[in-house]
């Protein structure tokens, strides 16, 4: 387009593979790459599932966002101040050392974007094949407004973390406070635990119980979680 081309029916030359892949949409010449997204997605699945000969008895879901740094003008580029520089954020889930999803994702939002939808997803898989087993939690974080909506359109035992807010925070404070007099006392990173029963105001349909870590850390920092 740049040196004139405006019709772009016409062959355009690309020294990439990728090149060619990318103008498919204009001309099926080099459509000689398909896939089927939801098959992928199902395949790890599938993977994870057949590498039992038993069920387990327990499923732990690991969910975690990362960077992947970008040095050019890719679209959805963003800046991430967490990670200080231009990235996408991809979201992970593991069981064990198996990968269960592969999310790419623009940096602009939340980390825990999306993985109501994918942990219901890979849970639904999981008790096709073993109904009724196992349990899930996830370290991402995910807003209080939202694990409703997991917790409740999935049968069984379920466990994820919730993200901090004020309301949290004030309810244990009385624990970060314990925690910060152990770590003036031991010289030592901290932790006190503690439990409650807990609901937001109106996104919830029951209270839930929750258990909260409180962490006076070496750098000097208190933390729930």
Known sequence: MLSGKRDLEEPLAGK???????LVGRSGRYHKIGYSAESLDR?????????????PAEIVLDLDATDIPLYGH?????????YDSYCYLPLYIFADDQL?????????QDAAAGAVEEVSRIVSQVRERWPGRGSCCGP????????????????GRLRVRL??????????????QQARVLHQITGKAARVFT??????HKSWSRPRRVVAKAEYLD???????
Do not use: W
Not at 43 to 55: I, Q
Not at 100 to 108: D, G, H, S
Not at 140 to 155: C, E, I, K
Not at 195 to 200: P, V
């Open 43 to 55: 395949l790890l699945g599938d993977l994870y599932l057949e590498s039992h000969s038993t069920p």
């Open 74 to 82: 890719q679209p959805e580029r963003f800046f991430h101040g967490y």
């Open 140 to 155: 991402t974080p995910l807003l209080p407004r939202r694990v409703d909506g997991l917790v409740r359109d999935q049968p």
């Open 16 to 22: 990439s593979t990728l090149n060619r892949l990318e």
């Open 100 to 108: 269960l999803c592969a999310r790419l994702r623009a940096a602009n």
């Open 195 to 200: 439990e409650f029963t807990y609901r937001t």
């Open 219 to 225: 750098k000097a920092r208190t933390r729930a979680s």
């Open 163 to 176: 993200a901090r807010n004020q309301r949290l925070q004030k309810i244990v404070g009385a624990q970060m």
